[in-house]
C-alpha cells in the first residue's frame, strides 16, 4: 500500500505505463471501468505526475524530478500516458490522414547515438560508419527520435503531413 511505503521509508520511482489499452493479443479496450492510475496513486498518498512521452523534453525533465525526489522524500510514480500508436494508425488510416516518415539527414548527424541507444526504436539502424538510418517502413510518425536528437538531424520527410497526424494520435 502506498501509505506503507511512505511510511516505511521506501526510496522508489514507480512507472505506469498508460497506452490506454490492455495488454491482450488483439489491442481490446480495457472491459474495466476507467479510474485515472493518478486517482489511485494520490488517494494512496503517493505524489504522482503524469506525462505524455511524446513529449520527451518534458519527460525527460519530470522523470529527473520525480527520480530526485524519491531519493530524498520517498515514493514517487510518473504515469506515462498516450493513446497506442496501434490505435492511432488504424485511425489515420480510417480517416485518410498521412503518417508522416522521418528521416536524418546525413551530413548533419554526428554519430552520437542517442537515437538508436536511447529510444531503441525498431525502425532506427546504426550504419556501420556510427551514424543512424530510418526504414521508413517501420516509421510509426511518432517523432520521438527528432525530439532526441541533439543536431536536428531528424526530419520529417513530408512536414506538411505532422499536425494531422500528431493530432490524430493524441485523441486516438
Known amino acids: 500500500c502506498g501509505r506503507d511505503l511512505k511510511s516505511g521509508g521506501a526510496r522508489l520511482l514507480l512507472v505506469v505505463f498508460d497506452n490506454e489499452y490492455t495488454a491482450m493479443t488483439g489491442g481490446q479496450p480495457s472491459p474495466s471501468r476507467e479510474i485515472p492510475a493518478e486517482r489511485i496513486t494520490e488517494s494512496l498518498g503517493l ?65 552520437c547515438g542517442i537515437c538508436y541507444n536511447l529510444l531503441k526504436c525498431y525502425a532506427i539502424t546504426r550504419l556501420p560508419n556510427g551514424k543512424a538510418w530510418i526504414d521508413p517502413s517501420l516509421c510509426n510518425g511518432c517523432s520521438m527520435c527528432a525530439q532526441a536528437c541533439p543536431y536536428d538531424a531528424i526530419k520529417p520527410e513530408e512536414p506538411e503531413k505532422i499536425k494531422g497526424w500528431l493530432e490524430l494520435w493524441s485523441k486516438a
Not at 525527460?60 to 500516458?81: L, N, Q, T
Not at 496501434?86 to 546525413?106: D, F, I, M, Q, T
Open 47 to 111: 505524489r504522482t505526475y503524469v506525462v505524455d512521452p511524446a513529449d520527451v523534453k518534458r519527460s525527460v525533465e519530470v522523470f529527473k524530478r520525480a527520480a530526485a525526489e524519491a531519493e530524498s522524500s520517498g515514493p514517487v510514480v510518473v504515469v506515462s500516458r498516450r493513446p497506442c500508436v496501434l490505435e492511432a494508425l488504424r485511425a489515420a488510416r480510417r480517416s485518410g490522414v498521412k503518417v508522416p516518415k522521418y528521416r536524418v539527414v546525413a551530413d548533419a548527424c554526428r554519430a
